[in-house]
């Protein structure tokens, strides 16, 4: 890439004077929080966390527990965790793509769904023939959002009393 392919900043990005006198601060969306020893995670796109009646709940923390899942033969190969409408708040939702050959493993996921707080907890699972990406081979939440979490073929639904993924509705 040259010069010439990159945007120009949008003005309102930049805070100055945002912690002391001259400084220049760059907004970009990102949540990050520090540990114990001073190092910076990243936590989620201001975008993508999803707006639970609880509060809000980082998409990677619901993706990070799914792709523990994965063993040998059931594996995940791309996974987004996103936000479907529930009144006033949203209740999370995943799609999943599974990897070449592998098979789905629905006592595996379960299994690390119940390691989320309840809140956390994807209401609905859908499998997807592809995950769409970026370029930069990013995942794009939007079209999958799109697609909806109906009840269908491969899509299942969180059973809170019997604590796993079942078919129907």
Same mark, same amino acid.
């Given at each position: ?53 609880? /509060?809000?709940? =980082?998409?990677? @923390?619901?993706?990070? !527990? &799914?792709?523990? %899942?994965?063993? $040998? *033969? ?19 939702a995943v799609a999943i793509e599974l990897a070449a050959g592998a098979t789905l493993d629905l006592d595996a996921l379960a299994a ?23 370029? /930069?081979?990013? =995942?794009?939440? @939007?079209?999958?959002? !799109? &697609?909806?979490? %109906?009840?269908? $073929? *491969? ?15």
């Amino acid at each position: 890439r040259t010069n010439a392919d990159l945007r120009p900043v949008d003005p309102r990005r930049l805070l100055r004077d945002a912690f002391a006198p001259g400084d220049i601060w760059f907004v970009t969306g990102d949540f990050l929080r520090m540990d114990t020893g001073g190092d910076y995670w990243f936590v989620d796109r201001h975008q993508d966390l999803i707006q639970t009646a609880h /509060g809000p709940v =980082p998409s990677m @923390r619901i993706e990070d !527990a &799914l792709y523990a %899942a994965s063993t $040998p *033969g059931h594996g995940i190969a791309m996974c987004i965790a996103v936000g479907t409408p529930d009144g006033a708040h949203e209740v999370p939702a995943v799609a999943i793509e599974l990897a070449a050959g592998a098979t789905l493993d629905l006592d595996a996921l379960a299994a690390a769904i119940r390691t989320l707080p309840d809140h956390a907890r994807p209401r609905r699972l859908r499998v997807v023939a592809e995950v769409p990406v970026t370029d /930069g081979y990013r =995942p794009i939440k @939007r079209p999958v959002a !799109a &697609l909806g979490f %109906a009840p269908g $073929p *491969g899509v299942w639904r969180w059973d809170n009393h019997a604590q796993a993924l079942v078919a129907g509705a």
